[in-house]
């Protein structure tokens, strides 16, 4: 059999053919990267896994909140690149000031990929990344939640050392029905 057989638009498929995956921190966002991770977040909660939201709110309150979120000191922003183009983000908290007894633990949050970029190991890229700067900043633990049927999440948190400690029986309201959340942690040890 040729390299072309089987290939739809028969050229062989070569490494020119593999999806570039990216990660990076964005601080402020030019038009078509704002209108990229909009579409993705759209395509997430539709698909019934993006952030709070169980219908879509509507591009303009979406584009205010990514707009806003840039503005918040505690909050970092990363996002998911394929072949340039944003498809997924995730979110860094550190604590506020005031919480000095838990100045140590920074928070994981809104990590999502839109569904149609799913399975190429991009949120465990951009989970891998917000750890490093987590631990390169001195926190010492890393928290996050997510609902309990986000079984998908739940895989790539195990799979990447992070220890489920608790279940929040009452956490989520979806369709009318309660949803118990599981919670992580991930003790950071310096690398040496
Ligand atoms: C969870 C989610 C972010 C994973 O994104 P992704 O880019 O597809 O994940 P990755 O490709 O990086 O997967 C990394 C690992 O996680 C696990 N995983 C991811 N999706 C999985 C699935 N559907 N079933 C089982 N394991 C899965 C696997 O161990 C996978 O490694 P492998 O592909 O080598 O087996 C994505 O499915 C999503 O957005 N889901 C809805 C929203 C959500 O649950 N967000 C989390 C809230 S905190």
């Known amino acids: 059999m040729s390299a072309a057989e089987g290939h739809p638009s028969g050229m ?3 490494p020119q053919a593999k999806a570039k995956l990216t990660v990076d921190r964005i601080t402020s966002f030019d038009e078509e990267d704002l209108l990229a991770l909009c579409e993705a977040t759209d395509a997430a909660i539709i698909e019934g896994g993006g952030f709070g939201w169980l219908s879509p709110p509507g591009r303009q309150v979406i584009e205010s909140y990514f707009k806003g979120l840039l503005l918040v000191p505690e909050r970092e922003l990363y996002v998911g690149r394929v072949d340039g183009v944003i498809v997924g983000s995730t979110q860094l908290v550190r604590p506020p000031r005031s919480n000095e007894a838990q100045a140590m633990a920074a928070t994981l949050t809104q990590t999502f990929v839109a569904p149609y970029a799913r399975r190429l190991g991009l949120a465990r ?8 700067r987590a631990r390169a900043m001195g926190y010492q633990v890393l928290n996050l939640d997510v609902r309990e049927t986000h079984s998908s999440a739940i895989a790539l948190y195990e799979t990447l050392g992070f220890t489920r ?7 989520a309201r979806v369709g009318g029905k309660m949803i118990a959340g599981a919670y992580f942690h991930k003790l950071l040890q310096r690398k040496s």
């Open 125 to 132: 890229m951009m989970v891998i990344r917000a750890e490093e």
């Open 165 to 171: 400690w608790g279940t929040h029986p009452a956490y």
């Open 12 to 14: 062989p498929p070569g």
